[in-house]
């Protein structure tokens, strides 16, 4: 399987799907591709999935971002930005590399790490992912007990809030920013941006956090 995955050549907004790949494959498929890559993986229970992003996507992935960043700041919530850090549960045969994730209720407790292990840390507070060629499996995220997570999917934002029982539902407002629609607001500014531009567009976003 390495030598094909070595030569396999995924184009942007492809996605290829193997299965029956077990979990000592899918942690040494993690190293041998490393993690300067610009292909993100998913795998579930067997089945493994590589993708490579459309700019389209990265775009607003980072503005997506910004406003999370935005609002911790003005918040005066203190957070650790991960990026698509790989978290794996091998328990649950899940793993992913989110968009981007947020250690934010508990920041203090990774502020040191340089590596975490879900085994004895806590998952990510809040994950985003933003679905253009094919849709995230919230099962993945499920298993990791990510307890917020944001899929942005053509024009709309979607929170998920996970439930006592380990499932998520989909909420009009999230847990982290209660007081804010940011459901609404935020696929509002990121249009916005198209047609103003980013710093334009965090400013007045900025503005509005403050005067809320």
Not at 45 to 57: A, D, K, R, S, V
Not at 177 to 203: H, S
Request: charged share 25%; aromatic share 10%.
């Amino acid at each position: 399987m390495l030598l094909e995955l070595k030569r396999l050549t995924v184009p942007p907004g492809q996605r290829v799907i193997l299965q029956d790949v077990t979990w000592a494959e899918f942690e040494q498929i993690l190293v041998d591709l490393g993690e300067h890559r610009a292909a993100r993986i998913a795998y579930h229970q067997g089945f493994l999935e590589i993708m490579t992003p459309l700019p389209e996507h990265e775009k607003a992935k980072l503005y997506v971002t910004n406003f999370v960043e935005i609002l911790l700041e003005e918040l005066d919530l203190d957070f650790v930005p991960l990026g698509s850090t790989t978290f794996k549960n091998p328990a649950m045969s899940q793993g992913i590399e989110p968009d981007n994730c947020f250690y934010i209720q508990n920041e203090a407790a990774v502020r040191q790490k340089d590596r975490l292990d879900l085994a004895i840390d806590p998952p990510p507070d809040l994950a985003l992912e933003v679905d253009v060629t094919s849709p995230t499996n919230r099962e993945i995220y499920e298993g990791l007990k990510v307890p917020e997570l944001w899929q942005f999917n053509r024009g709309k934002l979607t929170i998920y809030l996970l439930q006592d029982n380990g499932k998520y539902v989909e909420s009009t407002h999230s847990a982290i920013f209660p007081n804010l629609p940011v459901a609404e607001v935020i696929p509002v500014y990121l249009e916005r941006a198209k047609i103003d531009g980013r710093n334009q567009t965090m400013r007045a976003f900025r503005a509005w956090v403050r005067d809320f």
